[in-house]
């Protein structure tokens, strides 16, 4: 950011290039200002319905104050529909801070986006995140248009996005799995708010170390399946480490696939390169039973509509546009 530019000048900007995502009835979900590429890396604003939140990533959190200030101002000044703003501290030690607080308006108990005529159940407090993940809009709609009669399982799953676009395509099956059963029961809500038939016992809240090995011994197998694990986590099971090894992640899944079938990857490691992440797939190809079909590119509102600030970014995620990186695999398994 410059001295000649405000940050209510930056988020006209903003503003002005998105206006195409304005829906007239005020319930999609997209990204209104990335900082990062738009000259405020302490700032992030995001849009679910007529909900706007507000990331203050500064350290300390009173860098970025005056900045929350502006923003909250235009916002109510350009975006009258906008019913109610939330801040949420990126790194706060305080839980309610970094889930999130009401600066504007109220939160309503009961919330939904709309993305593809799918309806979306969501939490915006439920945690630092907001129950649903901009950055895989158009791997929802991969998935809606490539899974129709496709058994799917959705590891990682988070609040299901994936699993429910899977079911808005067609998929004939889809098991969601996650350990938190209160990320999954807003799955279910999804499901119930577009009519989706489902059983619950497609809804596993348990580990997936564990849940994977129980799957193979039961030799059961799916069409595709999306891993979308957390760049690092420990738990008593094992670790995951999507900097140091992806490719045993990777390598777990593999088995539970059919011939012909897809493994959807994500890693959004800030510390893993593309060209990095590319190799690490291409060796796992060598082997001619993995190819990688298809680069799933980040929404540019995610990613941002100018250059003309960006930061000096960590590593360079090319041959993917952004540091979350997709890639769809086709799966061969070796004939007996």
């Given at each position: 950011m410059t001295a000649e530019e405000s940050t209510s000048a930056l988020l006209e900007k903003a503003i002005a290039s998105r206006t195409h995502l304005f829906d007239p009835g005020h319930?999609?979900?997209?990204?209104?200002?990335?900082g990062f590429s738009e000259g405020n890396p302490h700032l992030l604003v995001d849009v679910y319905a007529e909900t706007a939140i507000i990331y203050n990533y500064a350290k300390p959190a009173e860098n970025?104050?005056?900045?929350?200030?502006?923003?909250?101002?235009?916002?109510?000044k350009l975006l009258p529909w906008i019913k109610t703003v939330m801040l949420k501290i990126r790194d706060s030690e305080i839980t309610e801070e970094r889930n999130g607080r009401v600066i504007s308006g109220i939160v309503s108990s009961s919330m939904a986006i709309v993305e593809n005529n799918i309806r979306y159940a969501i939490n915006l407090w439920m945690n630092r995140d907001a129950s649903f993940y901009l950055d895989t809009r158009n791997l929802r709609t991969w998935a809606m248009e490539n899974m129709r009669g496709k058994t799917v399982l959705n590891t990682f799953a988070y609040t299901g996005s994936l699993g429910v676009a899977a079911m808005a395509g067609g998929a004939a099956r889809v098991v969601?799995?996650?350990?938190?059963?209160?990320f999954l029961e807003l799955a279910k809500k999804s499901c119930e708010m577009n009519g989706f038939s489902f059983s619950d016992k497609d809804f596993l809240a348990g580990d997936f170390w564990r849940q994977i090995s129980h799957f193979k011994k039961k030799n059961e197998r799916f069409d595709c399946v999306f891993l979308d694990p957390p760049f690092f986590a420990v738990n008593r099971e094992c670790v995951v480490d999507m900097v140091n090894n992806s490719a045993r992640m990777i390598n777990k899944v593999r088995p539970l696939i059919n011939d012909g079938g897809y493994l959807v990857v994500i890693n959004n490691a800030l510390y893993v390169s593309g060209v990095e992440y590319m190799r690490t797939l291409e060796g796992l190809a060598s082997d001619g039973y993995l190819k990688i079909t298809e680069i799933i590119p980040v929404p540019k509102d995610l990613v941002g509509y100018s250059n003309e600030y960006s930061a000096k970014q960590i590593t360079d995620p090319a041959p993917f546009n952004h540091s979350t990186k997709i890639a769809v695999l086709e799966v061969r398994r070796k004939t007996v």
């Open positions: 319930e999609t979900a997209f990204r209104l200002f990335n970025a104050a005056g900045a929350v200030d502006e923003t909250l101002t235009l916002i109510q969601q799995l996650d350990r938190n059963k209160k």
